[in-house]
Each structure stands twice: as structure tokens, then as C-alpha cells.
């Protein structure tokens, strides 16, 4: 069964905070990971892949992947109004390479 | 940058009508694909094509029928709509990763409401 957690939120930050956002998964089998971002309305785009454990930033964004745990995140530092949207998890199964998605953390960042 | 484009942007249907939603991308990507989202539900594949003239099911093909008869497009049929088809309908193209995983640009969506 693949799974993919996500809190629903709304998770509430400041402006100039740091927004950590968490997925969990359930196949070990999973290999490349994904963070869409959704604002209201629009389509979902991709923000960040990571494919081996560790970090690696982009910008504002830091994504972390620790397959032993099974989880992935997502980091925003200096956070902005304009980052208020959904962000969606998503992963692909070693062996397939569709797409599972979570059902994503609202983000609001407050000015 | 690739662009996936959506025919319609909103449609309303009545029930027992067929419905077709198209979807063009512009980057010659072999893979392409139909998802619905829906509030509390998320993104869910209804079918994919990794070729011209090929289709595979997704999670929640039944109601749904596609065509890809050319590489660039993929349509999405609903031959008889329902209410409970009314949602969001997003296209997507899928570019590989190094990993083989796709990385999908998806279309702006299609709004069906079936009344």
C-alpha cells in the first residue's frame, strides 16, 4: 500500500520565520521524492526533488530526506506572504514511476 | 519551459453527457497523465500513457475512458457524466529524472461541475 502522511494544517507562520513542513511514507521501497507547491486556485509546481538522504537547499528551500525514518521535509527560511500556499508531498515506488501524492500542509504566513 | 495546455478551464455538463477535456504539452515528453483532485482527497491518477496509442489505469480509472493519438496530446473521456464527477481535472507531462522517477508539469486544471 503506498502511503504518504501529511498534517493537514493550517501551519501558521510569521513572516521572516522558519516553516518546517513533514511528510511520512510508508513503502521503504520509495526512492525519489517530490515537493509541489499549490497556490489556491492553480495548478501545482515543483519546488524541490531530493533523492539521497541527507539536505540539499535551493534558494530559500532546504529539503531533507531520511529513508531509515521514512520521512522527507520540507524547510522555508525567511518565509513570505507569497509562500502561503499548499505544499504537496510526492513520491515515486522503486520499480513504477507514477506519482503518489499526499494530501498537503496549507501554509500561511502572516505579515 | 514546458507548457501543458488544458482546453477548457471550466465546463458545466449535465449528467449522461460525454465529456472530453484535452491536453496539449509542447515539449515532446512520452509520458502524460490525468489526475482529480478533490478537497480531502488529494491528487489522484486516473490513467497515464507512456506512448502514443498506450494507456495504463491509474487508481481510479472507472467512469473515465483516454485517448493518445499523438504524442503531444492526451484526452480524457467521461462517456457518460456523473455528479460525482465533478472536480478538478489535471493534465500532466512527465519529464525523467536521472532516477527514471517523472517529474510532472501539470496543466492549469479543468473545472467539471456535471449537474
Not at chain 1, 12 to 25: K, Q
Not at chain 2, 10 to 36: A, I, P, S
Not at chain 2, 76 to 103: F, K
Request: hydrophobic content about 30%; glycine content about 8%.
Amino acid at each position: 500500500q503506498k502511503e504518504v502522511e501529511q498534517n493537514s494544517g493550517p501551519l501558521s507562520v510569521p513572516e521572516g520565520a522558519i516553516a518546517s513542513l513533514n511528510c511520512t511514507y510508508s513503502d521503504r521501497g520509495s526512492q525519489s521524492f517530490f515537493w509541489y507547491r499549490q497556490y489556491s486556485g492553480k495548478s501545482p509546481e515543483l519546488i524541490m526533488s531530493i533523492y539521497s538522504n541527507g539536505d540539499k537547499e535551493d534558494g530559500r528551500f532546504t529539503a531533507q530526506l531520511n529513508k531509515a525514518s521514512q520521512y522527507v521535509s520540507l524547510l522555508i527560511r525567511d518565509s513570505q506572504p507569497s509562500d502561503s500556499a499548499t505544499y504537496l508531498c510526492a513520491l515515486t515506488i522503486s520499480g513504477y514511476s507514477t506519482l503518489t501524492f499526499g494530501k498537503g500542509t496549507m501554509l500561511l504566513v502572516s505579515p | 519551459d514546458v507548457k501543458v495546455t488544458q482546453s477548457s478551464r471550466y465546463l458545466v455538463k449535465r449528467t449522461g453527457e460525454k465529456v472530453f477535456l484535452e491536453c496539449v504539452q509542447d515539449m515532446d515528453h512520452e509520458n502524460m497523465f490525468w489526475y482529480r483532485q478533490d478537497p480531502g482527497l488529494g491528487l489522484r491518477l486516473i490513467y497515464f500513457s507512456y506512448d502514443v496509442k498506450m494507456k495504463e489505469k491509474g487508481d481510479i480509472p472507472e467512469g473515465y475512458s483516454v485517448s493518445r493519438e499523438k504524442k503531444e496530446r492526451f484526452s480524457l473521456i467521461l462517456e457518460s457524466a456523473s455528479t460525482n464527477q465533478t472536480s478538478m481535472y489535471l493534465c500532466a507531462s512527465g519529464g525523467q529524472a536521472y532516477s527514471g522517477a517523472n517529474v510532472l508539469t501539470f496543466g492549469a486544471g479543468s473545472r467539471l461541475t456535471v449537474l
